[in-house]
């Protein structure tokens, strides 16, 4: 199994430029998740989605849109990249259940440079 | 506010030392607090997972304790190697399972 692979692993945008990360996962997970690392801070969450065809809000969803057409795929969209969204994006997966025990696996990132 | 606070920063120890992290949180209600391994360049690794009735859990050389009732959690590493140099992130989640919260981790580097 691979796990948790992400497109593409380092990109450079110019500002107002739009982008699509790819998150693709093998292991038959329900849940999936898009997170931004920043330096001095912990992760976080920016959306999630709890099945194919669903997607929510994270805490910091702002100038981001997803997509989960497929269980295995989540996309994650900038429409019009702004240099406060240069980041290490890291997408997830976990399976469902309903005790909040559930392991994520993270992919290896992508690093966002927005000029 | 739901909070997860890591300390120290950053610590540098020699090969074969042992080490202790240590993780505040005042997240509530608590479901359980995990601890993450991220090596440089990659995404968080789970180390181990403790639920509130849990204080203790272990992962070969990586011993997990659990305070419940002071909020309090630390991470703590036995004869270290070179390969634990990494960030290691305390992570809670809230009761519901609605939200998770991540700290901002503690940078280990071991030298040789």
């Known amino acids: 199994n691979a796990g948790v692979t992400q497109t593409p692993k380092f990109r450079v945008l110019k500002t107002g430029q739009s982008m699509t990360l790819l998150c693709a996962q093998d292991?038959?997970?329900?849940?999936m998740y898009w997170y931004r690392q920043d330096p001095g801070m912990g992760l976080r969450l920016i959306h999630y989605?709890?099945?194919?065809?669903?997607?929510a809000k994270g805490e910091v969803p702002d100038g981001y849109n997803v997509s989960r057409l497929k269980k295995q795929n989540f996309l994650l969209g900038l429409e019009s990249a702004a240099p406060s969204q240069t980041s290490v994006y890291f997408c997830?997966?976990?399976?469902?259940?309903?005790?909040?025990?559930?392991?994520?696996?993270f992919g290896p990132g992508t690093r966002l440079l927005v000029l | 506010k739901n909070q997860v606070e890591q300390s120290p920063q950053s610590l540098i120890i020699l090969e074969g030392k042992n080490c202790t992290l240590q993780?505040?949180?005042?997240?509530?209600?608590?479901?359980?607090l995990r601890w993450y391994k991220q090596d440089t360049g990659r995404g968080p690794v789970s180390l181990t997972i403790?639920?509130?009735?849990?204080n203790t859990k272990s992962n070969g050389r990586y011993t997990a304790t659990l305070d419940a009732d002071t909020k309090q959690s630390s991470l703590h590493i036995t004869a270290s190697q070179l390969s634990d140099s990494a960030s290691y992130i305390c992570?809670?989640?809230?009761?519901?399972?609605?939200?998770?919260?991540f700290g901002s981790g503690t940078r280990l580097s071991i030298r040789p």
């Open positions: 992570v809670v989640t809230e009761g519901s399972a609605s939200k998770i919260i």
């Open positions: 997830a997966s976990s399976k469902q259940t309903t005790s909040g025990r559930e392991t994520q696996y």
């Open positions: 989605s709890v099945g194919e065809g669903t997607t």
């Open positions: 403790m639920t509130f009735s849990e």
């Open positions: 993780c505040n949180y005042t997240v509530s209600p608590f479901s359980n």
């Open positions: 292991m038959n997970h329900e849940y």
